[in-house]
């Protein structure tokens, strides 16, 4: 049974200075929906979370909340809360005043007050915290606060903007278990705003992809990792190799070379496209066994597996597996047909691809630089 649609965006347009931010957003946001919007940093995404809030107002298009027009309803008096990056927390208020502001504010009487504080408490795992200073809280107890303060006036939707972000990485782990519990438990709409592909495959329901202001692809977590709908969404979600190729039929695909059987169909007759290869799905074998043959150039122990950079006429390859092949050997690559996605040419074309520069130096690097949010700098 499909759930109601609760929020609806039609023809959604943002300009800052100029900037087209957003360029004409359609998505729907069913009731007790998990929904991450993930892209990388200036895609539009707190934009979008923004114009649902009512802090930002679209140029042009409809916010639809169950069924009415919301544009001109100030935030205050939306079925909305949001809860940011910076925890905006009280620092004169104890946890217990902090989460009852709002209630306070709506002059509800005490014992109701002390009922539903209590109850929060216990659904951010925080009993016992009444009377402590925010400001001696751990960043995750501080977050879990922020949390409870927005759900205690029992939104219906509850915004979330990067709101791990300030998190070590053990404790942000544990925060996505605790947001999906939490999200289960109460039945509340959240949406959710991240630049982290594992953080959205792992928690949400829906997926929406955006890049320049555009939606991508909408889908499950599975689906958007299995099935990208472009060389954008398929670099930017895990790791992928990314090659031209050539349709010559359908479930025929030519690339590196070598014509490979495919589970694809409907292009047509010597199309070009973009073909996907998951580092995962890439079984090592025997040079005269492969389908490829490769020159190793890396090899990175990960733990689970080795990360493995083959060569192959001058492409670098990506390959995950638990057998270890040494630096400088031959290998051979076999790819059976449900590991190969083709997809139609787009923008994204030959933007991404191989592992020439990879690096995972590189990789942190580019994290640390989007956490630096360039749409809150042109709102501000």
């Known amino acids: ?9 039609k023809g959604i347009c943002k300009e800052f200075d100029g900037e087209q931010i ?6 729907d946001i069913h009731d007790k929906e998990f929904v991450t919007l993930l892209g990388p940093s200036g895609c539009g995404k707190t934009t979008t979370l923004r114009i649902i809030s009512g802090f930002v107002s679209p140029d042009s298009g409809d916010v639809i909340f169950d069924g009415k027009k919301i544009n001109d309803v100030p935030p205050y008096k ?25 209630l306070r504010v709506k002059k509800i009487p005490d014992a109701e007050i002390r009922t539903r504080v209590k109850e929060m408490l216990a659904l951010v ?5 009444e009377r402590k200073n925010v400001n001696v809280l751990s960043g995750g107890q501080q977050q879990r606060v922020a949390i409870a303060r927005a759900l205690i006036n029992e939104p219906k939707v509850l915004l ?8 070590d990485l053990k404790l942000r782990k544990d925060m996505q278990n605790e947001l999906k519990n939490i999200q289960a438990k109460t039945g509340i709409t959240f949406i959710y705003v991240t630049h982290d592909q594992e953080e959205a495959l792992s928690m949400s329901d829906t997926v929406v ?42 479930y025929k695909a030519k690339f590196a070379g070598h014509t490979f059987e495919c589970l694809d169909k409907g292009f047509a007759p010597m199309e070009k496209v973009d073909i996907v290869v998951r580092p995962e799905d890439v079984d090592v074998v025997a040079p005269e066994k492969g389908m490829l ?18 060569d ?20 051979g690559l076999y790819i059976e047909p449900d590991a190969i996605h083709v997809m139609k040419k787009s923008e994204y074309s030959n933007m991404f691809g191989d592992y020439s520069s990879f690096s995972d130096e590189f990789d942190e690097l580019s994290d640390v630089e989007s956490v630096e949010d360039e749409e809150e700098a042109k709102e501000e």
């Not at 049974?1 to 965006?9: D, S, V």
């Not at 990506?318 to 400088?328: E, H, K, L």
């Open 1 to 9: 049974m499909e759930k109601n649609k609760l929020i609806e965006l």
């Open 293 to 310: 043959q490769g020159v190793v150039t890396g090899v990175t122990f990960k733990g689970v597996h080795w990360e493995i950079i083959v």
């Open 22 to 27: 957003l360029k004409s957003i359609d998505l």
């Open 160 to 167: 979330l903007d990067e709101p791990l972000g300030a998190l």
């Open 78 to 102: 939306r079925l909305v809360n949001t809860v940011f990056q910076k925890y905006a927390l009280f620092p004169h208020l104890n946890v217990y005043e902090n989460i009852a502001f709002g």
């Open 312 to 331: 192959i006429q001058g492409f670098k390859w990506m390959i995950q597996t638990t057998d270890y092949s040494a630096p400088d050997t031959t290998i």
């Open 125 to 129: 795992n925080l009993r016992g915290f």
């Open 209 to 250: 992809v955006m890049a320049d202001g555009k939606i991508q692809q909408i889908g499950t977590p599975t689906d958007i990792y299995n099935e990208p709908i472009n060389a954008f969404v398929a670099d930017f979600i895990g790791e992928s190799n990314i090659l031209d190729g050539v349709m010559i039929s359908d």
